[in-house]
């Protein structure tokens, strides 16, 4: 794979794949697999831990830097809907064979080159709101609002961590086409299992709906915490 150098037309200069550091706080949530499926682009299909379960994962980031810092650091609250290739859509089976990604349904950033850098190089569905976190006794508390709208309210108790990578692959849709592009993570990556040490609060705002049509459990499959660098990949068609 060779490196794509990207000028955004917020003016910013990035390359592909793109490194950046970061802090993530995050739920893995049961939710409806109709529900999930009626939100995802062509070509792919909910991963389903059983006939009627999807997952989504609910993701509240802060980024420290870009690059070599090619914008300023800002924050994100990523709800992402896990998928897999829709031939290979049968309940349990991407599980068993690790061949699934998540599919980035809403993305709320809070400033505009971030925006241009999500849509411009992935075709990532990012707009401009304003995020606040708020720290206390390992708890992590993510408000966005977006138009003068509550979008989405997550606390979240952070898991210990230890040293850890892992790669994923995450969906986007650019110019019309189904994309995949590789996420690798390096760093310090904690999770707790079937928890129920979480709040989420679906707001107001128009794009709330379709959250709430999620039908998310009150039992988290995991929670999740990372610190360390997030690599990302160049976009590849979906075939």
């Given at each position: 794979?060779?490196?794509?150098?990207?000028?955004?037309?917020?003016?910013?200069?990035?390359?592909?794949?793109?490194?950046?550091?970061?802090?993530?706080?995050?739920?893995?949530?049961?939710?409806?697999?109709?529900?999930?499926?009626?939100?995802l682009p062509d070509g792919l299909a909910p991963l389903?831990?059983?006939?009627?379960?999807?997952?989504?994962?609910?993701?509240?980031?802060?980024?420290?830097?870009?690059?070599?810092?090619?914008?300023?650091?800002y924050d994100e609250l990523a709800v992402v809907l896990a998928a897999t290739p829709r031939e290979k859509a049968r309940p349990l089976v991407p599980l068993a064979t690790?061949?699934?990604?998540?599919?980035?349904?809403?993305?709320?950033?809070?400033?505009?080159?971030?925006r241009a850098?999500?849509?411009?190089?992935?075709?990532?569905?990012?707009t401009v709101a304003r995020i606040s976190h708020h720290d206390e006794?390992?708890?992590?508390?993510?408000?966005?609002?977006?138009?003068?709208?509550?979008?989405?309210?997550?606390?979240i108790v952070r898991p210990r961590s230890w040293p850890a990578s892992l790669e994923t692959t995450s969906y986007a849709v650019r110019d019309g086409r189904l994309e995949g592009f590789t996420v690798d993570v390096d760093g310090r990556f904690g999770?707790?299992?079937?928890?129920?040490?979480?709040?989420?609060?679906?707001?107001?705002?128009?794009r709330s709906a379709s959250l709430r049509s999620l039908n998310l459990g009150d039992r988290a499959i995991a929670r999740f915490a990372f610190e360390g660098t997030v690599t990302y990949g160049v976009g590849e068609p979906v075939t």
């Open positions: 794979m060779t490196d794509d150098r990207v000028t955004l037309s917020t003016g910013q200069a990035v390359t592909v794949p793109l490194e950046t550091a970061a802090t993530v706080t995050g739920l893995v949530l049961p939710a409806d697999s109709d529900a999930v499926a009626g939100l389903r831990v059983t006939t009627e379960r999807g997952v989504v994962a609910v993701m509240a980031v802060e980024y420290h830097r870009i690059g070599d810092d090619a914008m300023s650091p690790g061949d699934y990604g998540g599919y980035v349904h809403s993305l709320p950033v809070t400033t505009e080159p971030a850098l999500g849509d411009e190089v992935w075709g990532l569905p990012k006794g390992g708890r992590r508390t993510t408000s966005v609002v977006e138009d003068g709208d509550h979008v989405l309210t997550v606390d999770v707790r299992p079937l928890s129920r040490d979480f709040e989420v609060l679906v707001g107001t705002h128009d």
